[in-house]
């Protein structure tokens, strides 16, 4: 089977699911936004027919469900259309909730790891942390999103530091779960075998059990940089902020603008998929470098 052969195989599914998505929103959105095109705009002009009907409602300027083309065009106004540094720009709220994202992305893998750490050398550790991490999680980040960002703002600590706090609440738990089942990995006559060697637990820990773990870490980081994505927006709904995606959704809801409300997701799942291409990059790296130092 032939290079083209493969990648036409893996782009020809994708690319008939998009066309069938794209189909079905253009469907969804006609049915969402007909009644209120008929009672708002088609009705007090006169007689109107169904081609009137399809253009009203796919170039509706406050739908209930926008077209794709009315998001490409506003995302595209946004980019192009205002200084990068303008609160208009999407890119400028993109920066700066994919900074907050990636800080508590990097708090959140520290912090997973040296738990992770702790819990597999320390019986201690095991019983007493790993139930209260699961525990943990049974928290809705909506409920203690505004705990966390008050008791920072009463600390005078503002700015990138809570919403990447939150951040590292989501972050860290895929990562620690995901470090232990890894650094208990090794077989046990790989662990013989360095204990007749006499290895310290710092070089049995950098030869055997973090090469091990890499395997179950990175697709723990891909769940991580996701859910810190998710946490940094919610952190960006209640503190009132002037700059970031959450920020341009709660802008949005308050003006009823449901094509920047939109546009602002679009962008947010871009950054997401971004971010999760950069994990994929940095594993396909690591690992391939691994194999060679076989």
Not at 60 to 69: D, E, I, M
Not at 83 to 93: A, E, G, K, Y
Not at 233 to 253: D, F, H, K, N
Not at 266 to 290: F, W, Y
């Amino acid at each position: 089977m032939t290079t083209d052969t493969r990648v036409h195989q893996q782009i020809f599914p994708v690319g008939v699911m998009l066309l069938l998505a794209l189909i079905f929103w253009y469907a969804l959105a006609v049915a969402l936004n007909a009644p209120g095109t008929i009672e708002r705009v088609l009705t007090p002009r006169g007689a109107w027919d169904a081609g009137d009907l399809l253009a009203a409602t796919l170039n509706a300027k406050r739908p209930l469900l926008p077209a794709p083309h009315q998001l490409v065009m506003d995302i595209w106004n946004s980019v192009t259309g205002w200084p990068v540094d303008s609160p208009r720009n999407l890119l400028l709220h993109t920066w700066v909730t994919a900074s907050a994202a990636l800080t508590g992305f990097a708090m959140g893998v520290l912090l997973g790891v040296l738990l992770a750490i702790g819990i597999v050398h320390s019986r201690t550790l095991d019983k007493a942390l790993l139930p209260w991490i699961v525990a943990s999680q049974t928290i809705p980040v909506l409920a203690i999103a505004p705990i966390v960002l008050i008791i920072l703002g009463s600390l005078g600590i503002t700015g990138l530091l809570p919403k990447a706090t939150i951040a590292m609440y989501l972050c860290f738990f895929p990562v620690t779960l995901a470090t232990v089942q890894g650094l208990r990995s090794p077989q046990k006559m790989e662990m013989e075998l360095v204990h007749t060697w006499a290895a310290s637990r710092i070089h049995t820990f950098w030869m055997v059990r973090l090469p091990s773990a890499l395997p179950y870490l990175f697709p723990a980081f891909r769940v991580a940089i996701a859910s810190g994505l998710v946490g940094t927006m919610v952190a960006e709904l209640p503190t009132g902020a002037q700059a970031g995606l959450g920020a341009r959704l709660l802008t949005g809801s308050y003006y009823g603008n449901t094509i920047q409300i939109w546009s602002a997701l679009v962008m947010a799942s871009l950054l997401g998929l971004a971010l999760t291409s950069l994990v994929i990059l940095a594993e396909r790296l690591i690992m391939h470098n691994r194999k060679e130092a076989r």
